[in-house]
């Protein structure tokens, strides 16, 4: 069957029953078009021509690419990847007699400690907004800085909100969680006073989206990820301050707070405690001192 064909099949399939995000889908996409482009030029566009050897093959050549070896690890490992996900359900759907997918094997990224903000370099970034923001987009741009700090949501799930998604008589927030899954999370009483102040700058009585652009449109993730990096450069933090980072810095607030790990790991909607693990901010002395506190025998 035609792997243009099979490729569009997959990507439905990954939207419609694996719950996968859209920019996850977007990058499988992108990654399976190159792939397949490739196919084409060797005139191969049939599934039942597909073998390892040319899926190796492909991998090798782009390996040895010089645009390569720019790609962060996150993305090589999301090129193979889409290629491991597509061959498996051509597999599955009974369009290959071998499991390919089986045979390749995964790009092992190695985890970093979150990059985080401290409580004096967040207050020195705000400050930085409101002096260096266009005066027209200052409160929007406060706004959603706020809201990313004080909630932990990703930055898919803050463009995505609605005026009509914030319930603040019940400090409450309608959020759509990875794979379009909807959920409720709680807003602290400071962000609804944020959020208050907003609501009320732009008089916003009817559902429309939380953040719009210059065009009067939502407001994309990319603008989002732009806008933090020039209000980073702005703030003298060279660059490095991303929504990432802040919502690293949430997570790590509530830490200093004694907030316990699975309270965390529900307001960011992790679906494995052991992405939580990865805030516990601890240095070699601080491990030491709390391993010392604990008692093997019984006190005597």
Known sequence: MNLNNLKDEFLLDLTEYSACAESTKDGYNFDLTNFIEYL?????????????????????????????????PTTKARIRSSIKSFLVYLYRQDYIKTNLGAKLKKIKIPLKDPEYLSR??????????????????????????????????????????????????????????????????????????????YLKIIESDKDRPLFLSKRGNRLSASSVWHLIKMYSHKSGLNG???????????????????????????????????????????????????????NFEERR
Do not use: C, W
Not at 254 to 266: A, G, K, M
């Open 40 to 72: 084409h030029k060797l005139s191969i566009s049939e599934s039942n021509q597909l073998s390892i050897n040319l899926i190796e093959n492909y991998l090798r050549e782009l390996k040895n690419k010089k645009t390569y070896s720019r790609l962060a």
């Open 120 to 197: 004096e370099q967040y207050s020195h970034f705000i400050k930085t907004i409101e002096r260096e923001a266009t005066p027209y987009y200052r409160e929007r741009d406060l706004a959603l800085v706020k809201l990313l700090i004080k909630s932990g949501l990703r930055r898919a799930e803050v463009v995505s909100l609605n005026t009509l998604d914030i319930d603040l008589s019940k400090l409450m927030l309608k959020v759509k969680r990875k794979g379009n899954k909807e959920e409720y999370v709680y807003i602290h009483h400071e962000l609804a006073d944020d959020l208050n102040r």
């Open 240 to 294: 490095d301050v991303t929504v990432h980072s802040l919502r690293h810095t949430f997570a790590t607030i509530l830490l200093s707070e004694n907030v316990p790990l699975p309270t965390i790991q529900r307001l960011m909607g992790h679906r494995s405690p052991t992405t939580t693990f990865r805030y516990l901010h601890l240095t070699n002395p601080e491990v030491a001192e709390q391993f010392n506190r604990v």
